[in-house]
């Protein structure tokens, strides 16, 4: 789909389009920190919901099927 509207750009507007070929790795590669960020912060979350949540979790014994 996404090749498809770039098709389509490229017949209506060929500059535009090659400036988003260009562009589109240019910033992948600067939103690679963000995404490193987020998953940090993703893991330190986790970790943290696991620590409050275990003594509920030695409490009420092992979840019954």
Not at 4 to 30: D, G, S
Not at 44 to 53: E, F
Request: charge should be positive.
């Amino acid at each position: 789909m996404n090749f498809l509207l770039w098709c389509i750009l490229l017949v209506l507007c060929w500059p535009l389009a090659l400036l988003a070929l260009v562009a589109y790795p240019l910033v992948w590669i600067l939103l690679i920190p963000f995404r490193i960020v987020g998953i940090a912060v993703d893991g330190v979350l986790g970790l943290l919901r696991a620590i409050v949540t275990f003594p509920l979790r030695l409490v009420t014994g092992p979840r019954s099927l």
